[in-house]
Protein backbone atom coordinates (compact mmCIF):
# COMPACT_ATOMS: atom_id res chain seq x y z
CA UNK A 1 0.00 0.00 0.00
CA UNK A 2 1.13 3.77 -0.98
CA UNK A 3 3.08 5.26 2.10
CA UNK A 4 3.38 9.01 2.70
CA UNK A 5 4.92 9.94 6.05
CA UNK A 6 6.16 13.84 7.00
CA UNK A 7 8.55 14.51 9.13
CA UNK A 8 8.90 16.51 11.51
CA UNK A 9 5.21 17.08 12.80
CA UNK A 10 5.67 20.56 13.99
CA UNK A 11 8.37 22.80 13.36
CA UNK A 12 8.79 26.21 15.11
CA UNK A 13 11.99 28.50 13.86
CA UNK A 14 12.94 31.84 14.39
CA UNK A 15 13.21 34.46 11.56
CA UNK A 16 16.21 33.60 9.60
CA UNK A 17 16.62 29.90 10.79
CA UNK A 18 16.78 27.81 7.85
CA UNK A 19 15.61 24.19 7.88
CA UNK A 20 14.43 21.28 5.99
CA UNK A 21 10.85 19.56 5.96
CA UNK A 22 11.14 15.63 5.10
CA UNK A 23 8.49 13.77 3.21
CA UNK A 24 9.71 10.16 2.49
CA UNK A 25 7.33 7.75 0.21
CA UNK A 26 6.90 4.08 -0.45
CA UNK A 27 5.13 3.64 -3.69
CA UNK A 28 4.65 2.09 -6.80
CA UNK A 29 5.23 3.80 -10.16
CA UNK A 30 5.45 7.58 -9.18
CA UNK A 31 3.63 9.89 -11.55
CA UNK A 32 4.32 12.66 -9.13
CA UNK A 33 5.21 14.11 -5.69
CA UNK A 34 2.98 17.16 -4.91
CA UNK A 35 3.70 19.59 -1.80
CA UNK A 36 1.06 21.97 -0.63
CA UNK A 37 0.70 24.88 1.94
CA UNK A 38 -2.44 25.25 4.18
CA UNK A 39 -3.05 28.11 6.25
CA UNK A 40 -5.07 27.60 9.30
CA UNK A 41 -8.65 27.42 7.91
CA UNK A 42 -8.29 27.49 4.51
CA UNK A 43 -7.64 24.56 1.49
CA UNK A 44 -4.71 23.62 0.29
CA UNK A 45 -3.07 26.04 -1.57
CA UNK A 46 -0.45 24.03 -4.55
CA UNK A 47 3.50 24.89 -4.60
CA UNK A 48 5.29 22.53 -6.50
CA UNK A 49 5.25 19.40 -8.52
CA UNK A 50 7.86 16.87 -8.52
CA UNK A 51 8.28 14.39 -11.28
CA UNK A 52 12.11 12.36 -10.83
CA UNK A 53 14.80 11.84 -9.39
CA UNK A 54 17.02 14.47 -9.25
CA UNK A 55 14.43 17.22 -9.98
CA UNK A 56 14.38 20.51 -8.12
CA UNK A 57 12.14 23.40 -7.98
CA UNK A 58 12.38 26.96 -5.96
CA UNK A 59 10.04 29.80 -5.23
CA UNK A 60 10.80 32.17 -3.17
CA UNK A 61 12.26 31.36 -0.37
CA UNK A 62 11.16 27.60 -0.98
CA UNK A 63 13.35 25.25 -2.72
CA UNK A 64 11.80 21.31 -3.14
CA UNK A 65 14.20 18.43 -4.20
CA UNK A 66 13.08 15.16 -5.39
CA UNK A 67 15.13 11.58 -4.26
CA UNK A 68 13.54 7.92 -5.00
CA UNK A 69 12.59 7.65 -1.49
CA UNK A 70 11.86 10.73 -0.08
CA UNK A 71 11.36 15.03 -0.82
CA UNK A 72 12.79 18.19 1.04
CA UNK A 73 11.26 20.92 1.47
CA UNK A 74 13.44 23.94 2.05
CA UNK A 75 12.43 27.03 3.71
CA UNK A 76 15.72 29.58 3.41
CA UNK A 77 15.71 32.56 5.77
CA UNK A 78 11.95 32.07 6.60
CA UNK A 79 9.79 34.69 7.58
CA UNK A 80 6.77 34.90 9.81
CA UNK A 81 4.30 34.95 6.86
CA UNK A 82 5.61 31.24 5.94
CA UNK A 83 4.27 29.41 8.87
CA UNK A 84 1.60 27.18 7.97
CA UNK A 85 1.19 23.46 7.52
CA UNK A 86 2.40 21.98 4.63
CA UNK A 87 1.64 19.15 2.88
CA UNK A 88 3.40 16.27 0.86
CA UNK A 89 1.24 14.21 -1.62
CA UNK A 90 1.84 11.36 -3.71
CA UNK A 91 0.79 10.20 -7.30
CA UNK A 92 1.20 6.74 -8.44
CA UNK A 93 0.48 3.94 -10.94
CA UNK A 94 -2.54 4.24 -12.32
CA UNK A 95 -4.81 5.94 -9.60
CA UNK A 96 -5.57 9.51 -10.45
CA UNK A 97 -5.82 10.80 -6.82
CA UNK A 98 -3.20 11.82 -4.23
CA UNK A 99 -2.40 10.30 -1.11
CA UNK A 100 -1.68 12.90 1.44
CA UNK A 101 0.94 12.95 4.35
CA UNK A 102 -0.20 14.43 8.07
CA UNK A 103 1.64 17.55 7.50
CA UNK A 104 4.22 19.31 9.01
CA UNK A 105 3.19 22.58 10.64
CA UNK A 106 5.63 24.87 10.90
CA UNK A 107 5.62 28.45 12.76
CA UNK A 108 8.34 31.20 12.17
CA UNK A 109 8.96 33.50 15.16
CA UNK A 110 9.91 37.01 14.60
CA UNK B 1 -11.59 33.97 -10.52
CA UNK B 2 -13.62 31.18 -8.33
CA UNK B 3 -11.96 28.11 -8.95
CA UNK B 4 -13.73 25.76 -7.31
CA UNK B 5 -16.45 26.73 -4.63
CA UNK B 6 -18.04 24.88 -2.10
CA UNK B 7 -20.99 25.11 0.06
CA UNK B 8 -21.91 25.26 2.95
CA UNK B 9 -19.34 26.60 4.49
CA UNK B 10 -20.20 25.41 8.36
CA UNK B 11 -22.94 22.94 8.86
CA UNK B 12 -24.15 20.86 12.50
CA UNK B 13 -25.99 17.57 12.24
CA UNK B 14 -28.26 15.89 14.43
CA UNK B 15 -27.08 12.06 13.96
CA UNK B 16 -29.55 10.26 11.63
CA UNK B 17 -29.89 13.50 9.82
CA UNK B 18 -28.61 13.82 5.99
CA UNK B 19 -27.60 16.53 3.89
CA UNK B 20 -25.38 17.34 0.49
CA UNK B 21 -22.49 18.91 0.08
CA UNK B 22 -22.52 20.92 -3.00
CA UNK B 23 -19.05 21.67 -5.08
CA UNK B 24 -18.31 23.54 -8.57
CA UNK B 25 -15.36 24.40 -10.35
CA UNK B 26 -15.15 26.77 -13.24
CA UNK B 27 -11.15 25.61 -14.43
CA UNK B 28 -13.10 22.95 -16.97
CA UNK B 29 -11.61 19.85 -15.23
CA UNK B 30 -12.62 16.85 -16.17
CA UNK B 31 -11.59 14.97 -12.64
CA UNK B 32 -13.37 15.85 -9.32
CA UNK B 33 -12.98 14.75 -6.10
CA UNK B 34 -14.39 14.73 -2.57
CA UNK B 35 -11.61 14.54 0.41
CA UNK B 36 -11.83 14.83 4.12
CA UNK B 37 -9.42 16.25 6.87
CA UNK B 38 -9.33 14.62 10.09
CA UNK B 39 -6.49 16.04 12.98
CA UNK B 40 -3.17 13.69 12.69
CA UNK B 41 -4.46 11.69 9.90
CA UNK B 42 -4.19 14.10 6.30
CA UNK B 43 -6.69 14.16 3.72
CA UNK B 44 -8.21 10.99 2.75
CA UNK B 45 -9.80 10.43 -0.51
CA UNK B 46 -13.70 9.72 -0.05
CA UNK B 47 -14.62 9.30 -3.86
CA UNK B 48 -13.28 10.82 -7.25
CA UNK B 49 -15.02 11.26 -10.76
CA UNK B 50 -12.07 10.78 -13.12
CA UNK B 51 -14.42 12.63 -15.79
CA UNK B 52 -17.90 13.22 -16.25
CA UNK B 53 -20.52 10.28 -15.96
CA UNK B 54 -18.13 8.63 -13.79
CA UNK B 55 -17.61 7.73 -9.98
CA UNK B 56 -15.39 5.50 -7.72
CA UNK B 57 -14.95 4.98 -4.69
CA UNK B 58 -11.57 6.45 -2.81
CA UNK B 59 -9.95 5.26 0.86
CA UNK B 60 -13.02 6.15 2.94
CA UNK B 61 -16.12 5.75 0.78
CA UNK B 62 -18.52 4.13 3.63
CA UNK B 63 -21.32 6.35 4.63
CA UNK B 64 -20.97 8.50 1.66
CA UNK B 65 -22.39 9.08 -1.46
CA UNK B 66 -22.08 11.52 -4.28
CA UNK B 67 -23.20 12.53 -8.09
CA UNK B 68 -21.49 13.69 -10.85
CA UNK B 69 -24.09 16.56 -12.00
CA UNK B 70 -22.47 17.77 -15.30
CA UNK B 71 -18.47 18.32 -15.48
CA UNK B 72 -18.90 21.42 -13.39
CA UNK B 73 -20.57 19.98 -10.50
CA UNK B 74 -19.78 17.05 -7.95
CA UNK B 75 -22.05 16.96 -5.08
CA UNK B 76 -21.32 14.65 -1.60
CA UNK B 77 -24.70 13.35 0.48
CA UNK B 78 -24.25 11.53 3.94
CA UNK B 79 -27.52 9.93 4.21
CA UNK B 80 -27.17 9.50 7.98
CA UNK B 81 -25.00 11.11 9.07
CA UNK B 82 -22.97 9.90 11.93
CA UNK B 83 -20.52 11.58 14.75
CA UNK B 84 -17.27 9.71 13.46
CA UNK B 85 -18.23 11.88 10.03
CA UNK B 86 -17.54 15.08 11.83
CA UNK B 87 -14.62 16.40 9.69
CA UNK B 88 -13.60 19.45 7.59
CA UNK B 89 -14.67 18.52 3.37
CA UNK B 90 -12.63 19.54 0.97
CA UNK B 91 -13.82 19.60 -2.99
CA UNK B 92 -10.89 19.13 -5.82
CA UNK B 93 -10.75 19.02 -9.57
CA UNK B 94 -7.65 18.56 -11.90
CA UNK B 95 -7.16 18.02 -15.07
CA UNK B 96 -7.72 14.00 -16.17
CA UNK B 97 -4.72 11.85 -16.30
CA UNK B 98 -1.43 11.19 -14.17
CA UNK B 99 0.75 14.05 -12.77
CA UNK B 100 -1.64 16.72 -13.18
CA UNK B 101 -2.27 18.97 -9.86
CA UNK B 102 -5.14 19.20 -7.74
CA UNK B 103 -7.17 22.19 -6.74
CA UNK B 104 -8.74 22.55 -3.58
CA UNK B 105 -12.35 24.20 -2.40
CA UNK B 106 -11.79 26.13 0.51
CA UNK B 107 -13.50 23.50 2.61
CA UNK B 108 -16.68 22.61 4.56
CA UNK B 109 -16.73 22.11 8.26
CA UNK B 110 -19.52 19.51 9.19
CA UNK B 111 -20.22 18.70 12.76
CA UNK B 112 -22.35 15.78 13.77
CA UNK B 113 -23.74 16.00 17.03
Known amino acids: EDQVTQSPEALRLQEGESSSLNCSYT??????LFWYRQDPGKGPEFLFT???AGEEKEKERLKATLTKKESFLHITAPKPEDSATYLC???????????FGAGTRLTVKP | NAGVTQTPKFQVLKTGQSMTLQCAQD?????MYWYRQDPGMGLRLIYY???????DKGEVPNGYNVSRLNKREFSLRLESAAPSQTSVYFC????????????FGEGSWLTVV
Open chain 2, 92 to 103: ASSEEGFGNTIY
Open chain 2, 49 to 55: SASEGTT
Open chain 1, 50 to 52: LYS
Open chain 1, 89 to 99: AVQAGNNNDMR
Open chain 1, 27 to 32: VSGLRG
Open chain 2, 27 to 31: MNHNS
